[in-house]
């Protein structure tokens, strides 16, 4: 799983937010609220992103929809996988990381580890 760059992250982030396909010119017309972006620089890291594997294209008319092959959640799981397996000891890792979550975060987590059936009721 590779880090997504700040574009890529953009244009994902608006098709995870909206949770439908969508052209473009409306992630153009989001990205430019905050920002300025170039039409054909969005156009060239959205075809990167279909080629890459992380959006799915159907034509329509003769634009492009998008839509995202993988949950905003599966992104951060990977990221976390990921980021687990840098470390020379996993557990380590893994402890340091579980320290430092909220309360919330903890029983979050407890109730995932159940859900999973990894945690005994």
């Avoid at 953009?10 to 300025?36: F, Q, S």
Wanted: with cysteine.
């Amino acid at each position: 799983m590779r880090w997504l760059g700040e574009l890529e992250a953009e244009i994902l982030d608006c098709l995870w937010k909206w949770g439908r396909p969508a052209t473009v010119r409306e992630v153009v017309d989001d990205i430019n609220t905050r920002r300025p972006a170039a039409y054909s620089t969005v156009m060239t890291v959205a075809t990167i992103l279909y080629n890459k594997g992380w959006l799915t294209r159907e034509k329509q008319g003769r634009a492009w929809l998008y839509t995202p092959v993988r949950s905003r959640e599966a992104y951060s799981a990977a990221l976390m996988e990921d980021a687990l397996g840098a470390s020379e000891d996993r557990p380590a890792a893994l402890a340091y990381f579980v320290e430092r979550m909220t309360d919330e975060e903890v029983a979050a987590l407890r109730e995932a580890l159940r859900a999973a059936g990894r945690l005994a009721e």
